[in-house]
């Protein structure tokens, strides 16, 4: 009797979760792979041509990724909000669109609060707050001779 009372019990919240899916909440975004296109908010990160798994129209197999991490790799072009920080043809991963084209992509709030790659080091101005003179750090220098053993 009791195991008849925890399948009812796991039906009901299986079915109360799909019911709130339906309900237009939704599920966590992951890494998916999925025919054609990827869906809106992810990016593409791989794609394949895979005949066998997509019958329905579009043979392209396609790895997606949910959009919103500071660093993308993706195939082709940058997805809005993020800037290319570099970009190179590699075919074997992202097909022959583009040339095959893999853009590394930086979210452009995370650029907001880093320096600019093509200004170089950046310094830091005046009032950085004050810093240990060179070559003091928080533990004492080691000896610069080993004591002898203690005699017996």
Do not use: H, W
Request: charged share 15%; aromatic share 2%.
């Amino acid at each position: 009797m009791t195991g008849l009372a925890v399948v009812v019990v796991l039906l009901c919240v299986s079915m109360t979760e799909r019911v709130l899916a339906a309900d237009g909440l939704e599920e966590p975004k992951s890494i998916r792979k999925t025919c054609g296109v990827c869906p809106e908010g992810y990016a593409t990160t791989g794609r394949t041509n895979a005949p066998e798994l997509c019958k329905d129209g579009d043979p392209m197999l396609v790895q997606c990724v949910p959009v919103g991490s500071n660093m993308l790799s993706v195939c082709g072009s940058c997805p809005e909000g993020y800037s290319e920080v570099g970009r190179s043809n590699v075919p074997s991963r992202c097909g022959s669109v583009d040339g095959g084209l893999v853009s590394q992509c930086q979210s452009q709030q995370m650029g907001s609060s880093m320096p600019d790659p093509s200004q170089g080091g950046v310094k830091c101005p005046p009032d950085c707050g004050s810093t240990a003179a060179p070559g003091q750090g928080a533990s004492p220098p080691p000896p610069k001779f080993r004591p002898a053993p203690e005699s017996k």
